[in-house]
């Protein structure tokens, strides 16, 4: 079992940043990739950004791309979400994600399916 705890979002404006952070336990946190998806108002939920176990690998959605940076610290068990440039677009309900298998992979995974928890999501809002 993995529990995940998702805090940061909060009311912005266009063109502010955010940073926000999953906090993981239950397993190794080193041994498994994460992802970030998000959950527009009446949209499904998308992928954002996705980082391998050792954070050598990272994959981002083009709409996020060069504005979003995805990092983590696996000796706080962490993994973050730094926003910048934020858009009234990127408002929704975001979720990080943890993909157990296969372990040490640096596959990442784009689509929900792929991951096996989930976080509670934490509320980001884009004011233009």
């Not at 952070?21 to 939920?45: H, L, V």
């Not at 309900?93 to 990442?108: K, N, Q």
């Amino acid at each position: 079992q993995v529990q995940l705890v998702e805090s940061g979002g909060g009311l912005v404006q266009a063109g502010d940043s955010l940073r926000l952070s999953c906090a993981a336990s239950g397993r190794t946190f080193a041994s498994y990739a994460m992802g970030w998806f998000r959950q527009p108002p009446g949209k499904e939920r998308e992928f954002v950004t996705g980082i391998s176990w050792s954070g050598g690998n990272t994959y981002y959605a083009d709409s996020v791309k060069g504005r979003f940076t995805i990092s983590r610290d696996n000796a706080k068990n962490t993994v973050y979400l730094q926003m910048n440039s934020l858009k009234p677009e990127d408002t929704a309900v975001y979720y990080c994600a943890a993909d157990l298998h296969p372990p040490l992979s640096t596959r990442i995974g784009v689509y929900p399916t792929s991951y096996e928890y989930w976080g509670q999501g934490t509320q980001v809002t884009v004011s233009s």
